[in-house]
């Protein structure tokens, strides 16, 4: 057994507690991190993340400001458009096609697509050589304990960590949330995600494509080449056995379905690697703190894959939390500091769900007066610039 004091404890070592721990350590505050699991470094682990992620400008200033950016460069996959297609029936009809530029609202991509288990891999070498950091991969959060200038955290290999202030990134089931007594409201729709990345015949030019249908969007998000070939990542949402189905069908047979539902846009599309199954839910915290315990992330909110909207809400936390420690390190974890950080971030999550919700029950429905409310707002969306360039302007974070 050993004793850990620290400025900050976390639970939790994914994307979004690493990239919480890479922040504070370089802002300056020894972190202590833990997760039960050794990171998967590889994309041919039966536990590896085969999801990507397009992370927005916030978040990549955000690498920029604590030195990930660097490291993450080369395996990124500038975002510059956004097409989004509305089609309808089986095999699929196109009946609209609308192109959003990323000049629109500035000089910049919209974002920069990177897989998840590259990112764990490239932030999780960069942690090693971290002075302030500790990293205690393999052992997890047991139970906290709350007094008035600290919490005293007991991990599952026995380990005792004393911390100025705790922070939950452990994920939409997560222990420390649950053990400083934050409830959550969950929404279900009975719709599960498939990830996958393919490779294809014809190029993707840059261009992020969502394909709407019944079930959920085939979103398309480009990858830097496979092998000299055109690549892809794929989340391809669905009623759930639908999703099963799709994910237990011989290779074959499931590059034919894809095929037939991207309507043949980029040509002939070829698995590589697993495919992935994840459930689709909107979950969010009724509260972000109690204590001295903050969450972000999937603890305080999960949503579904529409938008980008996941991970990079996530390091909106991570964004305010910082600045906030930054602004007062003497308060870190105090009453006033940990009110502040609900005021900043609680509106701008409720806000996001309920869009997301909103529009994941439209984007999903099969029915014909639904699929017409779908085409009439994107076409209002698309076409009315000051609409197009809001929306695109929300769509990257709160300022």
Partial sequence: MTDHSADIFISGGGIAGQVTAAAFAEAGFSVVMADPFTPVVTADDD??????????????????????????????????????????????????????????????????????????????????????????????????????????????NGDIVRARMGIAADGKFSPLREAAGISVSTTRYGQKSLAFTITHDLPHDNISTEIYNEGGPFTIVPLP??????????????????????????????????????????????????????????????????????????????????????????LNDVIALLELAERAPDTLGDLPMMQAYGKARASDIARRARVIDLFNRVTRSGDGVMQAVRLIGLKAVHDVAPMRKRVMRAGLGPK
Avoid: C
């Fill in 47 to 156: 536990r590896s993340d085969l999801r990507s992620t397009a992370f927005l400008q916030p978040a990549r200033h955000l690498f920029d400001r604590i030195g990930l950016w660097p490291l993450l460069k080369s395996h990124a996959k500038p975002l510059e458009q956004l097409a989004v297609i509305d089609t309808v029936g089986w095999p699929p009809d196109v009946r609209d096609r609308r192109v959003f530029q990323s000049d629109d609202v500035g000089n910049e991509p919209f974002g920069w697509n990177l897989m998840n288990w590259v990112v764990r891999r490239e932030i999780w070498g960069y942690l090693q050589d971290q002075p302030r950091m500790t990293a205690l991969y393999g052992t997890g959060f047991r139970s906290l304990v709350q007094r008035t200038g600290e919490i005293i955290v007991t991990l599952t």
């Fill in 225 to 314: 080449d496979i092998d000299g070939q055109n690549a892809s990542a794929i989340v391809w949402m669905n009623k759930g056995p639908r999703a099963v189905e799709l994910m237990n069908m011989p290779a074959t047979d499931f590059e034919e379905n894809m095929f037939v539902r991207s309507t043949g846009l980029l040509g002939r599309m070829h698995l590589q690697g697993n495919r992935s199954i994840w459930p689709i839910i909107t979950q969010t915290a009724d509260q972000l703190s109690s204590g001295r315990v903050a969450v972000v992330a999937e603890a305080a909110h999960a949503l579904p894959p529409i938008g980008a909207q996941g991970l990079n809400t996530s």
